[in-house]
C-alpha cells in the first residue's frame, strides 16, 4: 500500500508482525521488524558495511543487556550473524581438545593393563593416541598444503581419528596376546600383522570409501568435510602400520627380555617369585613373564580374563538355543522401532540450530517464527540483462512473469508486490495529463524514470540497475510475498513451484531470498543421502567380499550394513534429529563405521580352524570380544566431548557416532555370532562327535583297523630308516612315532610329551608295531610297488618263494665282482634289532611271532585261510580293538 502523501510504498504485514485487525483497521501490533540495506557494490562498500553491521550488533547488544531500553525488547540480527555464529562454534570446541586427549590416554592405559606387569602394556595404549594425533595433523596439514579449504566443522574430525586410531591399537594389541611369548620377536610380530592387518585394512578402506563418497556431494561443505576426514583414516592406517609397529616391536624385545612395563627393569616371573619367596607385593606389582627354563609353566601362562570370559562364559550363553531365539527377537523389536522411526522422519535445518543456544540470533529466529509465518518471507525476483523496458512487448513480459507468480499459492496477492516497472507505468498513464511526458522510447523512459521515480527517498531507487553510461538497464528486481508456509517440505515445494515458473519465462529472471541455501539443502538433501546410502552400502560389500572371500560371510555383512543404517536413520528421527546436511555428513560416515565391527566379526569366523558353529563363535568372541568393547567404547569417549560443546553440529555428530557404534557392537557381539552360527559357513554340516582312544590306541592307523603284518603300502620304500608318515612300521629306539594321524616333522609337541611317550614306548614295547623289514637286498626290484594294498599276502608268497634264487644270484654275482677287485672278504652288515642276540649274516626277514624271534632266518609261512593268524595266540593277543 501506498502513502496517499509521499507516494511512498509500505507493506506493513512484512513489518507488523502479529497484529490484530478490525475492520480494516491496525489494532494491534506486538512486534514491529526495522530493516536497514547496506549498499554493497564496491570491496569497499563491503568493509564498510561489515564493520556498520559489527558494530550495529554490539551497540544493540549492549543497549538490550543494559536495560537501557524500559518499554521495548530487541531482537538482533545482520547478513554476517550467521558467519559468526559458526565462527563461535568452532572456538567452543577447540577447548575439549586437550581433555578429550587426557580421558582417552587414561582409558586406552587402563585397557591395556594386566595383572602380568611384563605383558601388560599401558604405554601402548598411550601410543596408539599419539599415532593417531600425528596422523591426523599431517593429513590436515596435508589438505592445507594441495589447497583445500578449512571448515568450522572439520574440527569434529579430530575426534573421530582419535576413535578409529585406538580401535585398530586394540585389535593389534589382541592379536598380540594371542600370540605365543615362546617365539621370536619378529615372528610374534609376523602373526600379530598377518591376522590383525586385514582386519584393520578392511575398516580402514571402508571408512575411507565412504568418505570419499561423500566427495561427490553437491554440498560444498560436505565435500570438505569428507576430503579432510578421508586423508585422516588414510593416514591414520599408515601410521599405525609403520610407527605404532615399530613400538609394538620395541615393547616386544622388552617383554622378550622380562623387563617391568613401567620401570624397564628386569624382574622375575611370577613362579620363580614363589620359588624364592618373593613377598607379595613384589609378586603383585613386580613379577611377570615366562621362566626360560619352564616356559609352559601355567602360573607364568594365566590368560587374559576378558578374553577368557568371552570365549568361556559369553560364548556358551550366545550358544544356547533360548539365548539364541532371544537375541533374534530383540532384533525385531529393533528393526520394528527402528521402521517406526524412518516413517516420522522429519526433513530441514532449523535456523536457530546453527547458532549456539545462548546466541542473541536465536530469540530473533524465535520471534521471526512467532509473529511472521503469516507472510514468513519477501522474495525477490531478478531480472538480468540489457532489455529495453520501454518496448511494451517487454512490460507485458513482466507483468506476466509478475502475474503468475502471483497466482501460486504460496505467494500473496499483488496487494503486497512490490514492483518499481507496474508501479511506474501505472503512474504515468494515470497523471500523464499534466505530467505531459513520455516513455515511448529507451532515452525518454530512462530520463523520466530517474527525475519521476527513482528519487533517493523512494525504495525502488534500490530496484534499478544502470550501466556506467547511465543509458541503459542492465539489471532490475521486483519483490513478491510469501504467504502461509509452514513446515520444511512447504518451503522445498514453494522453491521449486517458483523457479519451475521463472524457468518458463522468456526473460532472464531468478527468484532469491537469502533462506534459500536452507530450502535447496532440503530439495537436495533426501535424494543425496539415499544415494550416497545405497552406493556406499554396495561398495561397502564389495570391500568385504575381497578381503572375506565367503559368500555367506560378505552377505551377512552387507545385512549388518543395513541393519545398522536402518536403525541410525529410524532412531534419529526419535531422537529429535532431522534430515539435513549435517545429518546426512554423519549418515555418510555411518557407512564406514557400520563395517568396522562386523567385518571383524565374520572375518574371524571364517578364517576360524574349528569344526563346529559353536566353536567358531567361541574363538571369534575370544579374538575380537575384547577389542570391539575397548573400539566402542573409546570412539565414544572421543566424542563425548562434543556433547559439551553446547551446539547442534556438535551434537548431532556426538548422537549419530553414538547410535552407529553402539549398534555396530551389539551387531558385532551378539547379533552376529548368533546368525553366524545358524546360518553362517558350516552351520549344516553333519556334527562329528570325537573318538576317546589310549594313547596305545593311537598308534594304530584307525581304532576299527586291525593291523596285518604284511599289508604293506607298496609306495613306501624301506632303507634302514623309519616309513614315510602313511606307513605302519615302526623302528625300535626311535623317539618319534610316526605313526597314521602324525608327522615327523611336528615342532608343537612339547619335550614333557615326548618324554612320556618314550616311556610308553618302553613299557609297551610288546604292542607296538614290531615288524621290521631287512636292509639286505632292499632295492627296487624287491617287493615292486603295486599301488594298493595285498589283503591275502599273494604278492608276498610269490616273493618268498623267488627269494632263495634271487640270494644265489646275488652271491654268485658278488663273488664274481671281489674276484675282480681283489677285495677282501665281503660280510653283510647285519642290522641291530631291540634283543642283545648274537649278529648274524645273510638276509634277514622280520617275523611275527615273539620278540626274541625276531631275528630267526626266514621261513615259508602256513596259511589256510584269509583268518587263518586267528589261531595264532600271539597274533590274537596282538589286536586291538576300539
Given at each position: 500500500m501506498f502513502n496517499p502523501v509521499t507516494w511512498e510504498a509500505h507493506a506493513f504485514p512484512v513489518y507488523f508482525g502479529g497484529s490484530t485487525v478490525v475492520d480494516d483497521t491496525i489494532v494491534s501490533v506486538p512486534a514491529v521488524q526495522l530493516v536497514w540495506f547496506v549498499k554493497a557494490d564496491t570491496p569497499l562498500q563491503i568493509q564498510r558495511g561489515a564493520a556498520w553491521e559489527d558494530a550495529f550488533l554490539d551497540a544493540v547488544g549492549v543497549a538490550e543487556d543494559t536495560g537501557r531500553f524500559k518499554h521495548i525488547s530487541i531482537a538482533r540480527f545482520a547478513s554476517r550473524t550467521l558467519d559468526h555464529e559458526l565462527e563461535k562454534n568452532t572456538r567452543t570446541v577447540v577447548p575439549f581438545f586437550s581433555s578429550t586427549f587426557i580421558?582417552?590416554?587414561?582409558?586406552?592405559?587402563?585397557?591395556?593393563?594386566?595383572?602380568?606387569?611384563?605383558?601388560?602394556?599401558?604405554?601402548?595404549?598411550?601410543?596408539?593416541?599419539?599415532?593417531?594425533?600425528?596422523?591426523?595433523?599431517?593429513?590436515?596439514?596435508?589438505?592445507?598444503?594441495?589447497?583445500?579449504?578449512?571448515?568450522?566443522?572439520?574440527?569434529?574430525?579430530?575426534?573421530?581419528?582419535?576413535?578409529?586410531?585406538?580401535?585398530?591399537?586394540?585389535?593389534?594389541?589382541?592379536?598380540?596376546?594371542?600370540?605365543?611369548?615362546?617365539?621370536?620377536?619378529?615372528?610374534?610380530?609376523?602373526?600379530?600383522?598377518?591376522?590383525?592387518?586385514?582386519?584393520?585394512?578392511?575398516?580402514?578402506?571402508?571408512?575411507?570409501?565412504?568418505?570419499?563418497?561423500?566427495?561427490?556431494?553437491?554440498?560444498?561443505?560436505?565435500?570438505?568435510?569428507?576430503?579432510?576426514?578421508?586423508?585422516?583414516?588414510?593416514?591414520?592406517?599408515?601410521?599405525?602400520?609403520?610407527?605404532?609397529?615399530?613400538?609394538?616391536?620395541?615393547?616386544?624385545y622388552r617383554e622378550k627380555q622380562?623387563?617391568?612395563?613401567?620401570?624397564?627393569?628386569?624382574?622375575?616371573?611370577?613362579?620363580?617369585?614363589?620359588?624364592?619367596?618373593?613377598?607379595?607385593?613384589?609378586?603383585?606389582?613386580?613379577?611377570?613373564?615366562?621362566?626360560?627354563?619352564?616356559?609352559?609353566?601355567?602360573?607364568?601362562?594365566?590368560?587374559?580374563?576378558?578374553?577368557?570370559?568371552?570365549?568361556?562364559?559369553?560364548?556358551?550363553?550366545?550358544?544356547?538355543?533360548?539365548?539364541?531365539?532371544f537375541v533374534i527377537v530383540i532384533f525385531l523389536a529393533y528393526l520394528a522401532g527402528a521402521g517406526y522411526g524412518v516413517t516420522n522422519l522429519k526433513e530441514g535445518l532449523e535456523r536457530?540450530?546453527?547458532?549456539?543456544?545462548?546466541?542473541?540470533?536465536?530469540?530473533?529466529?524465535?520471534?521471526?517464527?512467532?509473529?511472521?509465518?503469516?507472510?514468513?518471507?519477501?522474495?525477490?525476483?531478478?531480472?538480468s540483462g540489457e532489455y529495453n523496458y520501454s518496448d511494451p512487448k517487454i512490460q507485458d513480459e513482466v507483468e506476466q512473469l509478475t502475474q503468475s507468480l502471483e497466482n501460486t499459492s504460496y505467494i500473496s496477492n499483488s496487494l503486497y508486490t512490490e514492483s518499481w516497472l507496474r508501479t511506474f507505468v501505472n503512474y504515468v498513464s494515470r497523471n500523464n495529463d499534466y505530467l505531459n511526458v513520455t516513455i515511448d522510447n529507451e532515452a525518454d523512459f530512462i530520463q523520466n524514470l530517474r527525475e519521476l521515480w527513482l528519487f533517493p527517498a523512494n525504495p525502488f531507487s534500490l530496484d534499478v540497475k544502470f550501466n556506467e553510461a547511465g543509458d541503459r538497464i542492465v539489471a532490475s528486481r521486483f519483490l513478491i510475498q510469501a504467504i502461509n508456509i509452514s513446515g520444511t517440505n512447504h518451503e522445498k515445494e514453494m522453491v521449486k513451484v517458483l523457479r519451475d515458473v521463472v524457468a518458463q519465462s522468456p526473460l532472464n529472471a531468478s527468484v532469491f531470498h537469502p533462506y534459500f541455501v536452507f530450502f535447496d539443502q532440503f530439495e537436495l538433501v533426501k535424494p543425496t543421502s539415499i544415494q550416497n546410502l545405497c552406493y556406499g552400502a554396495l561398495m561397502m560389500m564389495i570391500t568385504s567380499f575381497i578381503f572375506i572371500p565367503n559368500i555367506l560371510c560378505s552377505l551377512w555383512v552387507a545385512f549388518s550394513i543395513i541393519s545398522i543404517e536402518i536403525g541410525v536413520v529410524g532412531y534419529m528421527a526419535l531422537w529429535d534429529i532431522n534430515l539435513d546436511s549435517i545429518s546426512m555428513i554423519n549418515l555418510i560416515m555411518c557407512?564406514?563405521?557400520?563395517?568396522?565391527?562386523?567385518?571383524?566379526?565374520?572375518?574371524?569366523?571364517?578364517?576360524?580352524?574349528?569344526?563346529?558353529?559353536?566353536?567358531?563363535?567361541?574363538?571369534?568372541?575370544?579374538?575380537?570380544?575384547?577389542?570391539?568393547?575397548?573400539?566402542?567404547?573409546?570412539?565414544?569417549?572421543?566424542?563425548?566431548?562434543?556433547?559439551?560443546?553446547?551446539?547442534?553440529?556438535?551434537?548431532?555428530?556426538?548422537?549419530?557416532?553414538?547410535?552407529?557404534?553402539?549398534?555396530?557392537?551389539?551387531?558385532?557381539?551378539?547379533?552376529?555370532?548368533?546368525?553366524?552360527?545358524?546360518?553362517?559357513?558350516?552351520?549344516?554340516?553333519?556334527?562329528?562327535?570325537?573318538i576317546?582312544?589310549?594313547?596305545?590306541?593311537?598308534?594304530?592307523?584307525?581304532?576299527?583297523?586291525?593291523?596285518?603284518?604284511?599289508?604293506?603300502?607298496?609306495?613306501?620304500?624301506?632303507?634302514?630308516?623309519?616309513?614315510?608318515?602313511?606307513?605302519?612300521?615302526?623302528?625300535?629306539?626311535?623317539?618319534?612315532?610316526?605313526g597314521i594321524g602324525t608327522s615327523g616333522e611336528d615342532t608343537s609337541e612339547s619335550s614333557s610329551n615326548q618324554s612320556q611317550r618314550r616311556q610308553i614306548g618302553d613299557n609297551d614295547r610288546k604292542y607296538d608295531l614290531g615288524w621290521k623289514r631287512s636292509s639286505y637286498g632292499q632295492n627296487?626290484?624287491?617287493?615292486?610297488?603295486?599301488?594298493?594294498?595285498?589283503?591275502?599276502?599273494?604278492?608276498?608268497?610269490?616273493?618268498?618263494?623267488?627269494?632263495?634264487?634271487?640270494?644265489?644270484?646275488?652271491?654268485?654275482?658278488?663273488?664274481?665282482?671281489?674276484?675282480?677287485?681283489?677285495?677282501?672278504?665281503?660280510?653283510?652288515?647285519?642290522?641291530?634289532?631291540?634283543?642283545?642276540?648274537?649278529?648274524?649274516?645273510?638276509?634277514?626277514?622280520?617275523?611275527?611271532?615273539?620278540?626274541?624271534?625276531?631275528?630267526?632266518?626266514?621261513?615259508?609261512?602256513?596259511?589256510?585261510?584269509?583268518?587263518?593268524?586267528?589261531?595264532?595266540?600271539?597274533?590274537?593277543?596282538?589286536?586291538?580293538?576300539?
Open positions: 580421558l582417552m590416554g587414561i582409558f586406552s592405559i587402563v585397557t591395556c593393563m594386566m595383572a602380568d606387569w611384563v605383558r601388560s602394556k599401558p604405554w601402548l595404549g598411550l601410543l596408539g593416541n599419539i599415532s593417531a594425533v600425528m596422523a591426523t595433523a599431517a593429513a590436515f596439514g596435508c589438505a592445507i598444503y594441495l589447497g583445500i579449504s578449512f571448515i568450522g566443522i572439520n574440527l569434529a574430525a579430530p575426534f573421530l581419528m582419535i576413535g578409529i586410531g585406538i580401535d585398530d591399537t586394540f585389535v593389534m594389541l589382541a592379536a598380540w596376546r594371542r600370540t605365543s611369548p615362546k617365539l621370536p620377536v619378529p615372528e610374534r610380530m609376523a602373526i600379530m600383522l598377518s591376522e590383525a592387518a586385514v582386519s584393520i585394512t578392511i575398516t580402514s578402506v571402508t571408512d575411507m570409501l565412504s568418505f570419499f563418497i561423500g566427495i561427490f556431494s553437491p554440498f560444498p561443505s560436505v565435500q570438505i568435510f569428507c576430503m579432510y576426514s578421508g586423508l585422516a583414516v588414510c593416514f591414520t592406517f599408515v601410521w599405525h602400520l609403520t610407527f605404532f609397529s615399530g613400538c609394538v616391536a620395541v615393547s616386544g622380562n623387563r617391568h612395563t613401567m620401570t624397564f627393569l628386569k624382574v622375575l616371573p611370577e613362579s620363580r617369585a614363589r620359588k624364592e619367596e618373593k613377598s607379595w607385593l613384589y609378586r603383585a606389582f613386580c613379577s611377570g613373564g615366562i621362566d626360560i627354563a619352564d616356559p609352559d609353566n601355567p602360573i607364568d601362562n594365566r590368560e587374559h580374563c576378558i578374553m577368557a570370559f568371552f570365549r568361556d562364559t559369553m560364548a556358551n550363553i550366545l550358544n544356547n538355543n533360548a539365548v539364541k531365539a536457530r540450530k546453527l547458532s549456539k543456544v545462548d546466541s542473541y540470533s536465536v530469540e530473533f529466529f524465535d520471534r521471526e517464527d512467532l509473529y511472521y509465518r503469516e507472510f514468513p518471507y519477501r522474495i525477490q525476483v531478478v531480472i557407512i564406514g563405521f557400520s563395517v568396522d565391527f562386523t567385518a571383524h566379526i565374520c572375518y574371524a569366523y571364517m578364517a576360524s580352524k574349528a569344526k563346529s558353529p559353536n566353536e567358531r563363535v567361541s574363538e571369534c568372541l575370544y579374538s575380537l570380544g575384547l577389542p570391539i568393547v575397548q573400539g566402542s567404547f573409546s570412539t565414544i569417549l572421543g566424542v563425548v566431548a562434543l556433547l559439551l560443546a553446547d551446539s547442534y553440529i556438535f551434537s548431532v555428530f556426538f548422537k549419530m557416532v553414538f547410535m552407529v557404534i553402539f549398534f555396530g557392537a551389539m551387531h558385532g557381539l551378539f547379533l552376529l555370532p548368533v546368525l553366524l552360527s545358524l546360518f553362517g559357513p558350516g552351520s549344516c554340516s553333519k556334527k562329528h562327535e570325537d576317546k582312544m589310549s594313547k596305545v590306541d593311537k598308534s594304530f592307523p584307525h581304532p576299527y583297523c586291525i593291523p596285518h603284518p604284511q599289508l604293506v603300502l607298496n609306495d613306501q620304500i624301506f632303507n634302514g630308516k623309519n616309513v614315510g608318515p602313511n606307513g605302519v612300521y615302526k623302528i625300535y629306539g626311535d623317539d618319534k612315532d610316526l627296487s626290484s624287491q617287493f615292486q610297488p603295486s599301488g594298493e594294498l595285498d589283503p591275502y599276502v599273494l604278492e608276498a608268497d610269490r616273493a618268498w618263494m623267488r627269494q632263495p634264487y634271487d640270494d644265489r644270484r646275488g652271491a654268485d654275482n658278488y663273488r664274481r665282482s671281489r674276484a675282480a677287485s681283489r677285495d677282501d672278504d665281503w660280510v653283510r652288515p647285519a642290522r641291530k634289532t631291540s634283543d642283545a642276540g648274537p649278529r648274524r649274516e645273510g638276509t634277514y626277514r622280520v617275523m611275527r611271532a615273539h620278540s626274541h624271534h625276531n631275528l630267526h632266518r626266514p621261513r615259508a609261512p602256513r596259511r589256510s585261510n584269509s583268518h587263518h593268524n586267528l589261531e595264532h595266540l600271539d597274533y590274537v593277543a596282538e589286536m586291538r580293538f576300539p
